[in-house]
Each structure stands twice: as C-alpha cells, then as structure tokens.
C-alpha cells in the first residue's frame, strides 16, 4: 500500500514537473540560404508593438519597470513605462523632434529613440558588405555593424555609429517567435554609462500593406 502511494506521487511530481517545464523551441535553421535574401523578407515589416519588462541601468542604479512600444521604420516611436502600475516615463519622437517626461539628457534621448528604433530593425542595413565568418557573418556599412549566427540569421550583436562620435552596443539574446517571425527576445543597449535591458513579452510586426 505505502509502496503504491510512494509511486504515484512519484508519477504525478513527474508529470506536474513536465507540465511546468517550458517547451523547447526549434530555432529556424538557414544554413545555405543568402543571408541577403533574409535581410529582404522582412523589408516589409512598417511597424512593431510590443510590451516587455525594462531595466535601466546606470552606474551602479538600476530602475525596473514594465513597458509599452509602438515604433516605425522611419523612427517615429511612443514608448510608456510603468511602475507598480503607474506611469512613470514617457517618450515620443515625430519627425526628429524628441519628447519626454520627465526630460531626458542627450545619451538617454539617444538611447532610446536611435537605439530602440536600429535595435528593432536590426535588419534594415543598406549599401553593406557582408564578411562571412566560421559560424557567423558580419554586416557592415558606414553607420553600423551587424553580428548574425550563420544558421539562424538571428542577430547577436550589433554596433550604431552617432554623428557625434559615440558608440551604441547592442546584445541579443533567447531567440522567440511571432507568427513566422523569429526575434531575439532579450536584448542589451549600452551607450556611454548607461544601459537598458528589454525582455520581451509580446510583439506584433505590421507589414505595409
């Protein structure tokens, strides 16, 4: 009797134990596909939603919080950050013309307008040249730099040239998908002394019609 008892909570810890686990996801495998090819399936892509958990990070500060995006390929963006369920950051760009509240300084206003905007459209690159490596190639043109993985076409790092000589980094980590889209859903941005982490909850990519 204590014999059977014993087995079945076994069984059932088990099974709760594979129920709780996360599904492994098959990442996407083009080995052998032009990675330019790649880069243009997605050239429809006019905007992006998306909701995630933000960290802000500066000098040894951190603020966290949970955020709202909507941001355009031409760089017009809207972005709301909540803590505890208030608003506590917002920022808009149209047009070139950046808006926040509460302000912003120019590294920050860079890093969230240049960065978000090139972070998301990783892949809108034009007049590069393309350096295949062993297990990745490297896209490169007068303004930025692209790491991609050679067989997801995933990118896992990114660099943005600024006008006034700085650098943005950007590091991409846990491959996801939405839809048919495969997107890094982690990802990194430095600039300067400051750094903000997304995690991505949910995304929409909106094609033009």
Known sequence: MWKTASTLCLLSIIVFSF?????????????GVDVRDVLSSRRNIKSIETTFSVTFERDDTEVKGEGVLNISK?????????SFGFLVFQITSEDGIVRSAPEVDRSRGALLTYGLRDCFFWWDLENFEVEEKTDHYLLDNSMRKLW????????????????????????????????????????????SKYAVILKIREILFESAV
């Open 148 to 191: 991609m993985n050679g067989k997801t076409m995933l990118p896992f790092k990114q660099s943005v040239a600024l006008s006034d000589g700085r650098e943005l980094i950007m590091y991409y980590e846990q491959p996801d998908k939405s839809g048919d889209i495969w997107y890094p859903s982690k990802i990194r941005i430095e600039l």
């Open 74 to 82: 031409n760089g017009d963006m809207s972005m709301r950050v909540y």
């Open 19 to 31: 129920a709780c686990a996360k599904k492994r996801i098959e990442l996407p495998d083009y080995e």
